[in-house]
């Protein structure tokens, strides 16, 4: 099992700034993703955060909007840059523990982003 | 890619009555079907799962079906108790070979007491 910590739980921005997310997962993990999830829907996968090399972004999603970085197997952070209101979600930090395949995806407590 | 579809978006069910969610996927190569449960500001927690091989799946009062010929697969709640409430959501591996994860569109889970 893997027991990920996310950070900050909440936080309420001025439009306009940028916010940086932490998630430190307490053991090693293979594979690490970041997902959004707006109130009252499902999770989206913004992308995934490869270490020590540029992570892979899905459709809708750039990297000069929500850079990632992962310097090593188990800490990645997010950054949700030049916010506008409909930035705010819920970032949700993901990891599989190492060790053989489809095995089960942990999710951090998620960042409650709120941008005015 | 893959594509989740998941129904009802609502379900509400008396206690000790059983729930029946179901999901259907679009990549025939998938192999790996969670389901998720997200309790009220809380984060998403597996509840099962069941790989290709397998039909079928029981853990307590919660099982999971897999028919792969037709691209679908249901959660299945025996028993429900108010603590069953939450928002329920399947998934499937968002390409083949990769473990991240699409999600289906969540199913509100009300059991009434």
């Known amino acids: 099992s893997a027991v990920i910590s996310q950070k900050p739980s909440r936080d309420i921005c001025q439009r306009g700034t940028s916010l940086t997310i932490q998630c430190q997962v307490d053991?090693?993990?293979?594979?690490m993703f970041w997902y959004r999830q707006q109130p009252g829907q499902s999770l989206t996968l913004i992308a995934t955060a490869n270490q020590g090399s540029e992570a892979t972004y899905e459709s809708g999603f750039v990297i000069d909007k929500f850079p990632i970085s992962r310097p090593n197997l188990t800490f990645s952070t997010l950054t949700v840059s030049n916010m506008s209101p409909e930035d705010s979600s819920i970032y949700l930090c993901?990891?599989?523990?190492?060790?053989?395949?489809?095995?089960?995806?942990?999710f951090g407590q998620g960042t409650r982003l709120t941008v005015v | 890619g893959e594509n989740v579809e998941q129904h009802p978006s609502t379900l509400s069910v008396q206690e000790g009555d059983s729930a029946v969610i179901k999901c259907t996927y679009s990549d025939s190569a998938s192999n790996y079907f969670p389901w998720y449960k997200q309790e009220l500001g809380k984060r998403p927690q597996l509840i099962i799962d069941i790989r290709s091989n397998v039909g079928e799946k029981k853990d307590q009062r919660i099982a999971v079906t897999l028919n792969k010929t037709a691209k679908h697969f249901s959660l299945h709640i025996t028993e429900t108790q108010p603590e069953d409430s939450a928002v329920y959501f399947c998934?499937?591996?968002?390409?083949?070979?990769?473990?991240?994860?699409?999600f289906g569109s969540g199913t509100r889970l009300q059991v009434q007491p």
């Open positions: 998934a499937a591996p968002s390409d083949t070979g990769r473990r991240a994860l699409t």
């Open positions: 053991s090693q993990v293979t594979m």
């Open positions: 993901s990891a599989i523990p190492s060790g053989g395949l489809n095995t089960e995806a942990f």
